[in-house]
């Protein structure tokens, strides 16, 4: 699977930003996309993640209620909306792909950790002015 991200930009404090990924193949072998972002100076953190069904997706405490996660299952893209934009949001944004399907137990646990994903996108620089 080969990841596009797109979407970044600079937006004042308050604003939205609409995040893409577009996936080259989704049949062969991508069960959820997540998206993570990297500060300056800070580790990879995870943001949300939804599986190609819709049925399950999961948000970082820092980014629920603010950010929105969907899918086009017919346009191979995950979406990533951003809303209520604070200047602490500024980062590389990416979106990355697993391929492993684990139960509804253990979902949350899995898919935040970034090494449970077989592929990543390019990344796109948000920056939140304040």
């Known amino acids: 699977v080969q990841l596009q991200a797109s979407g970044g930009g600079l937006v004042q404090a308050g604003g939205s930003l609409r995040l893409s990924c577009l996936a080259s193949e989704r049949s062969a072998g991508s069960y959820a996309i997540g998206w993570f972002r990297q500060a300056p100076g800070k580790e990879r953190e995870f943001a949300a993640v939804?599986?190609?069904?819709?049925?399950?997706?999961r948000y970082a405490d820092s980014v629920k209620g603010r950010f929105t996660i969907s899918r086009d299952s017919a346009k191979n893209t995950v979406y990533l909306q951003m809303n209520s934009l604070k200047p602490e949001d500024t980062a590389v944004y990416y979106c990355a792909s697993s391929a492993r399907r684990v139960n509804s137990g253990s979902f949350t646990t899995y898919y935040q950790r970034a090494s449970s994903y077989d592929a990543w996108g390019q990344g796109t620089l948000v920056t939140v002015s304040s």
């Open positions: 939804i599986n190609w069904s819709g049925v399950s997706i």
